[in-house]
């Protein structure tokens, strides 16, 4: 009777298997006959640099269901009745992050070009296994992984996913939660966009009223009604402690995370919590956090003391983050009170701009160097070139493409993080079909369903190759005006990450949206099991072919 459930349960999972669920699709894979049973008895053998792939690989399998697989260093020779083997080849003729994925009756061997290599390689292979909760996990039988081998890198150094705390505050641990997802889909870059007019998530050691008064906020629009309040309070911040956690968590998954402190607009929440680096010298001045989301008049001033306060928070922020990138923001920053304030005109006049888009400039430029002396590169949203662009700045080009294009002319780095492509932010399904359900599932606006994220073509901006290797990758927005929770969060996030996985990862020419969307059924399956709260796009075309 139990060898009868337990091919009726292969039978399922070869008949639900379809497609191998990999996203990103790899750059190669050639199937083969039979499969390596995977059972408890199974090991993980590794390289002793690959301690924390090995550990991670474990400890996930754990959570899919397995008995937790034993880790034996490559150097105790012992005998394994069968194992995956973790092995670290710099001299593997691969690019950097690559991996090799070799499954065979005898045995599971991933070789990595370097450790996140590695870890990439186990990526597929949890992708490859049943879901967190599938019955298959239940019976005796192994879980069957195909015979194949892989051979796979990244289209793109720079896989990104930003996260907006500033408009809704996110729990560390619902953080790290993000954070798995992301190495999921082998993303490696989560920008964490912690300041806005809004709040102030940070804590910084020197300048307490940041988190004391610039984290709070005493009232949110509700969702439904925008132009209102619920008079709530809303907030909270990161200690050091947390954050330092935080980057470690990301840093042992290959995520790097990049900071973004917004500067000289989207500021009203640090310039409320230090009335004096703001532009004090305008009539009606009264800064507070923001209720209200849009864009705000506050700036910070260009005065001395003004640079001295964000020297020292970038000071603190350097210490916690290692990133080479540093996120300065640098969007729609209204320029009016430039325009009125003395002060800055004085600027202006000794520095010899001729308006307030240079003076702008001249502002991220100081910024830049001083970013620079600490080893650290600039990076910004595309307006930071309205007034010049200086040469070693990095632009997140969020507008249209022109912007994209210009700086690309100048030869500056780019990262496509396009509005029109790319923010999570907006409907994935007709608008009016989301707030039938309720008016919880509001979104900013737009429309931007999968088939879009996934057409998004990063490099379509550049004009020569030389261009194109400027264009350092491309990320994904979640801005959270409309995501007063992780939950929602989620269903903005997914299943629109598993499309930009394979934008930034797969070669353009082994792109194709039906190849992808039958890939993702089994993906979903990994959602689903994982619990996290995503949007089923409607069915797919193979799926629907079979009713
Ligand atoms: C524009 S994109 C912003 C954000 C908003 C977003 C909403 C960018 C660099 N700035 O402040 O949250 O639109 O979609």
Same mark, same amino acid.
Request: glycine residues 8%.
């Given at each position: 009777?139990?060898?009868?459930?337990?091919?009726?349960?292969?039978?399922?999972?070869?008949?639900?298997?379809?497609?191998?669920?990999?996203?990103?699709?790899?750059?190669?894979?050639?199937?083969?006959?039979?499969?390596?049973?995977?059972?408890?008895?199974?090991?993980?053998?590794?390289?002793?640099?690959?301690?924390? =792939?090995?550990? @991670? #690989?474990?400890?996930?399998?754990?959570? /899919?269901? +397995?008995?937790?697989? $034993?880790? &034996?260093? !490559? %150097?105790?020779?012992?005998?394994?009745?069968? =194992?995956?083997? @973790? #092995?670290?080849?710099?001299?593997?003729? /691969?690019? +950097?992050?690559?991996? $090799?994925? &070799?499954? !065979? %009756?005898?045995?599971?061997?991933?070789?990595?070009?370097?450790?996140?290599?590695?870890?990439?390689?186990?990526?597929?292979?949890?992708?490859?296994?049943?879901?967190?909760?599938?019955?298959?996990?239940?019976?005796?039988?192994?879980?069957?992984?195909?015979?194949?081998?892989?051979?796979?890198?990244?289209?793109?150094?720079?896989?990104?996913?930003?996260?907006?705390?500033?408009?809704?505050?996110?729990?560390?641990?619902?953080?790290?939660?993000?954070?798995?997802?992301?190495?999921?889909?082998?993303?490696?870059?989560?920008?964490?966009?912690?300041?806005?007019?809004?709040?102030?998530?940070?804590?910084?050691?020197?300048?307490?009223?940041?988190?004391?008064?610039?984290?709070?906020?005493?009232?949110?629009?509700?969702?439904?009604?925008?132009?209102?309040?619920?008079?709530?309070?809303?907030?909270?911040?990161?200690?050091?402690?947390?954050?330092?956690?935080?980057?470690?968590?990301?840093?042992?998954?290959?995520?790097?995370?990049?900071?973004?402190?917004?500067?000289?607009?989207?500021?009203?929440?640090?310039?409320?919590?230090?009335?004096?680096?703001?532009?004090?010298?305008?009539?009606?001045?009264?800064?507070?956090?923001?209720?209200?989301?849009?864009?705000?008049?506050?700036?910070?001033?260009?005065?001395?003391?003004?640079?001295?306060?964000?020297?020292?928070?970038?000071?603190?922020?350097?210490?916690?983050?290692?990133?080479?990138?540093?996120?300065?923001?640098?969007?729609?920053?209204?320029?009016?009170?430039?325009?009125?304030?003395?002060?800055?005109?004085?600027?202006?006049?000794?520095?010899?701009?001729?308006?307030?888009?240079?003076?702008?400039?001249?502002?991220?430029?100081?910024?830049?160097?001083?970013?620079?002396?600490?080893?650290?590169?600039?990076?910004?949203?595309?307006?930071?070139?309205?007034?010049?662009?200086?040469?070693?700045?990095?632009?997140?080009?969020?507008?249209?493409?022109?912007?994209?294009?210009?700086?690309?002319?100048?030869?500056?780095?780019?990262?496509?993080?396009?509005?029109?492509?790319?923010?999570?932010?907006?409907?994935?399904?007709?608008?009016?079909?989301?707030?039938?359900?309720?008016?919880?599932?509001?979104?900013?606006?737009?429309?931007?369903?999968?088939?879009?994220?996934?057409?998004?073509?990063?490099?379509?901006?550049?004009?020569?190759?030389?261009?194109?290797?400027?264009?350092?990758?491309?990320?994904?927005?979640?801005?959270?005006?409309?995501?007063?929770?992780?939950?929602?969060?989620?269903?903005?996030?997914?299943?629109?990450?598993?499309?930009?996985?394979?934008?930034?990862?797969?070669?353009?020419?082994?792109?194709?949206?039906?190849?992808?969307?039958?890939?993702?059924?089994?993906?979903?399956?990994?959602?689903?099991?994982?619990?996290?709260?995503?949007?089923?796009?409607?069915?797919?075309?193979?799926?629907?072919?079979?009713?």
């Amino acid at each position: 009777m139990k060898h009868l459930i337990a091919s009726a349960a292969m039978l399922t999972s070869l008949v639900s298997a379809g497609p191998l669920p990999l996203i990103p699709l790899p750059v190669t894979m050639k199937t083969a006959e039979g499969s390596f049973d995977f059972s408890p008895d199974t090991a993980i053998r590794f390289d002793r640099s690959l301690q924390n =792939e090995a550990d @991670l #690989l474990a400890a996930d399998l754990q959570t /899919l269901g +397995a008995a937790k697989p $034993k880790t &034996v260093p !490559a %150097e105790q020779k012992i005998l394994l009745p069968s =194992e995956i083997r @973790l #092995l670290l080849d710099a001299s593997a003729d /691969l690019p +950097a992050s690559g991996y $090799k994925l &070799v499954i !065979a %009756e005898g045995g599971v061997v991933v070789t990595g070009k370097d450790a996140a290599g590695v870890y990439y390689g186990t990526r597929s292979i949890l992708q490859l296994l049943p879901a967190e909760g599938d019955p298959a996990w239940k019976d005796d039988a192994p879980e069957k992984l195909p015979a194949l081998e892989i051979i796979d890198y990244p289209r793109f150094a720079w896989r990104g996913m930003m996260l907006d705390v500033g408009r809704h505050f996110n729990p560390p641990g619902d953080v790290k939660h993000f954070i798995d997802w992301m190495a999921f889909h082998k993303l490696n870059v989560f920008h964490w966009h912690l300041t806005d007019d809004q709040g102030w998530r940070i804590e910084i050691k020197k300048y307490p009223k940041l988190t004391e008064t610039g984290a709070w906020r005493d009232s949110s629009p509700p969702y439904g009604n925008r132009n209102s309040d619920d008079h709530q309070r809303h907030g909270g911040f990161y200690t050091q402690e947390e954050i330092k956690e935080v980057v470690a968590y990301a840093s042992a998954r290959h995520i790097t995370i990049v900071p973004e402190i917004e500067m000289p607009g989207h500021a009203a929440a640090a310039i409320a919590s230090y009335p004096e680096f703001g532009n004090s010298d305008i009539s009606g001045y009264a800064p507070r956090v923001q209720t209200r989301w849009g864009v705000h008049p506050y700036i910070f001033a260009p005065k001395e003391e003004t640079f001295r306060f964000l020297e020292d928070v970038l000071t603190e922020v350097c210490a916690l983050f290692p990133s080479k990138f540093i996120h300065i923001g640098g969007d729609e920053a209204p320029k009016g009170q430039w325009e009125q304030s003395p002060t800055a005109q004085q600027v202006m006049k000794r520095e010899g701009l001729k308006n307030e888009e240079e003076l702008q400039s001249w502002f991220v430029g100081r910024i830049g160097k001083f970013l620079e002396s600490k080893d650290r590169r600039l990076i910004g949203w595309d307006e930071i070139q309205e007034g010049g662009l200086s040469k070693t700045a990095t632009m997140m080009v969020w507008r249209d493409a022109k912007w994209a294009k210009h700086a690309l002319a100048l030869g500056n780095d780019v990262v496509m993080a396009t509005n029109s492509d790319l923010y999570f932010d907006h409907y994935q399904a007709p608008a009016t079909a989301e707030l039938a359900k309720g008016s919880e599932y509001e979104a900013i606006g737009g429309y931007l369903p999968i088939e879009k994220v996934y057409a998004y073509n990063p490099t379509s901006v550049a004009e020569t190759p030389e261009q194109e290797k400027h264009i350092l990758g491309t990320q994904a927005q979640l801005w959270a005006e409309y995501s007063k929770d992780m939950k929602k969060v989620e269903y903005m996030a997914f299943p629109r990450m598993a499309a930009l996985a394979e934008v930034a990862w797969t070669p353009l020419a082994r792109k194709n949206f039906d190849d992808f969307r039958s890939r993702l059924d089994g993906v979903m399956n990994h959602y689903e099991g994982g619990h996290l709260n995503f949007a089923r796009p409607t069915p797919s075309p193979a799926k629907g072919a079979d009713k």
